[in-house]
């Protein structure tokens, strides 16, 4: 009887891994790169088993292209994978995608936070994924005046602002800062990719935002375009004074555990409800209530297992790639697995660009929203 129920077991765990009948490739940045994706990749491979096939792009990504390349090529060589998805799609992925499409053109892409341009990433991928980058250089900054910011700080470096999204991002700050009476300060960093690496752009932050306090007063808001900078940034305003309106990939989790001092425990770790009752109690406890804020789910893990969702019900053809509907019903149902009462709330494509959808979310304010 014993022997039975084992068996009875493991043959439930391998329908439970085996529904899906095909293998979904997914590639991500690591840990230190791009944690919320990565922990996004567990949830799909503790969700489908060994149907997802997880692998990660370099650290140094820019200098290793080929590596990326050959890591995504390396995926669709094997017949049962239908499609991939991709977050971050760092540069290299279009290339990839290119030379996938060579030998398996049935292959489908799905890409989340893509850093080449949209109308590229749109003629190869079958649905891309991202914030609404222009329409943030509007909302990032009415929230910090909504905030009490008075001024306007954007820490970027030469590579982000090749980026096209980015560098419109930032123009359109600055004419935003201008219509509301701010002042817009662009301060150039080091590129964590650069000599100095991630810990010498970190150093500079650490460094250069009293720097910035002293001189502009505490009614600034800061802000970076790097994931690396997020910690160092919210320790030294929450240290010095200042605003943290949002981070560059908003999330709960993105900067602030690491510069709270906060450890989510096992159980916890998914409870986006009990996250954010817990930054809230350490903002208020530090005297920054009302200056920090982000989105409620972290984005980057939502594209990531939203990505994959979506990856499923292309393959199956539940859904079609250009259903802006369809697409913004598996983000919300993603959403509302992590945490009640949010979800999209706005959609659109990037004109020109195929299915290249961006979004965005409401705000929560430390301090002042009740969790």
Known sequence: MRKLLVV????????????LGFKIGLVTGTVSQGEDEYRGAENVVKKYGNEIIHVTYPDKFMQEQETTIARIVELAYDPKVKAIVICQGVPGTVAAIRRVKEFRPDMIFVVGVPHEDPEVVGSVADVALETDTPGRGITIVDLAYKMGAKRFIHYS????????????????ME??????????????????????????????IL??????????????????TNCGMQEPLIKAILQH?????????????????????????????????????????????????????????????????????????????????????????????????????????????????????MITMDSVIFGVTQF
């Open 157 to 172: 470096f030469p590579r982000h602002m090749s980026y096209k999204l980015l560098a419109e991002r930032r123009n359109i």
């Open 8 to 19: 009875a077991i493991l043959m439930l765990a391998l329908l439970s891994f085996a529904a």
């Open 241 to 357: 004074g200042g605003i943290y309106p949002e981070q560059c990939c908003p999330s709960p989790t993105h900067g602030y555990p690491g510069a709270l001092g906060i450890e989510i425990p096992a159980d916890k770790k998914g409870d986006y409800n009990y996250i954010l009752k817990a930054i809230n109690e350490k903002i208020i406890e530090k005297g920054g209530a009302g200056r920090f804020a982000t989105w409620p789910v972290p984005v980057n893990m939502v594209f990531t297992e939203a990505g994959v969702e979506i990856a499923i019900e292309l393959v199956q053809k539940k859904i079609k790639a250009n259903d802006t509907n369809a697409v913004k019903a598996v983000l919300d149902r993603v959403i509302s697995e992590k945490i009640s009462g949010y979800g999209i709330k706005t959609i659109k494509k990037y004109a020109g660009a195929g299915n290249y959808y």
């Open 175 to 204: 004419q935003r800062c201008k219509e509301l009476g701010m002042e817009f300060i662009f301060v150039s960093a080091p590129d964590p990719l650069g000599e100095q690496g991630l810990t010498g752009a970190q150093q500079f």
């Open 207 to 224: 460094e250069d935002v009293p720097r910035q306090i002293a001189k502009y007063g505490k009614d600034t808001a800061l802000f970076s």
